[in-house]
T-cell receptor, first 110, second 117 residues
């Protein structure tokens, strides 16, 4: 069965610091992987996706993610966070049917 | 390009009442999804439509939830009667469909926040 684990429920980083959000998945075939961001009271916005090819994927807002098949991971990174990055981040796996992790809440210290 | 539209944005009802949510997907998108997101959790798929046919409703509580997508465009999700545990955000998403290059990318609406008292 498909599943996604986001080990960190809440992360706090200082503005300007680097960020890495972890995502581990379980999937029976070649996974389609996604990262979404959700600001308070908003829907989910797609940050980036991996279908195949280059394992380092670039997304919007300066985010990138790396697919590591051997570790079943798809971690999200950003070299320097901005206060506007404070939000909830969701990793998801699947094709037509998406399975989401429980999310990681990101807080930014000024 | 207009995104996925949902209404209402907020709804407060008493338990045992009924409620309906509306979704208008991105123009031309063949596939439409309804998700339930309980506070502190990730979204959970309730039902998936391909045009106006149901592809997957295995996680839809059919004793109280129903959904339809007439003419393969707009969709409504109904709860009747509502329970306290139905308090959640209901998200609608759409994707181009199985024949499109980005068929597996889902685009989400702003959601409807339901509070059941």
């Amino acid at each position: 069965a498909q599943s996604v684990t986001q080990p960190d429920i809440h992360i706090t980083v200082s503005e300007g610091a680097s960020l890495e959000l972890r995502c581990n998945y379980s999937y029976g075939a070649t996974p389609y992987l996604f990262w979404y961001v959700q600001s308070p009271g908003q829907g989910l916005q797609l940050l980036l996706k991996y279908f195949s090819g280059d394992t380092l994927v670039q997304g919007i807002k300066g985010f990138e993610a790396e697919f590591k098949r051997s570790q079943s991971s798809f971690n999200l990174r950003k070299p320097s966070v901005h206060w506007s990055d404070a939000a909830e981040y969701f990793c998801a796996v699947g094709a037509q049917k998406l399975v989401f992790g429980q999310g990681t809440r990101l807080t930014i210290n000024p | 390009e207009a995104g996925v539209a949902q209404s209402p944005r907020y709804k407060i009802i008493e338990k045992r009442q009924s409620v309906a949510f509306w979704c208008n997907p991105i123009s031309g998108h063949a596939t439409l999804y309804w998700y339930q997101q309980i506070l502190g959790q990730g979204p959970k798929l309730l039902i998936q439509f391909q045009n106006n046919g149901v592809v997957d409703d295995s996680q839809l509580p059919k004793d109280r939830f129903s959904a339809e997508r007439l003419k393969g465009v707009d969709s409504t999700l109904k709860i009747q009667p509502a329970k306290l545990e139905d308090s959640a955000v209901y998200l609608c998403a759409s994707s181009p469909g199985p024949l499109a290059a980005s068929s597996y990318t889902q685009y989400f609406g702003p959601g409807t926040r339901l509070t059941v008292l």
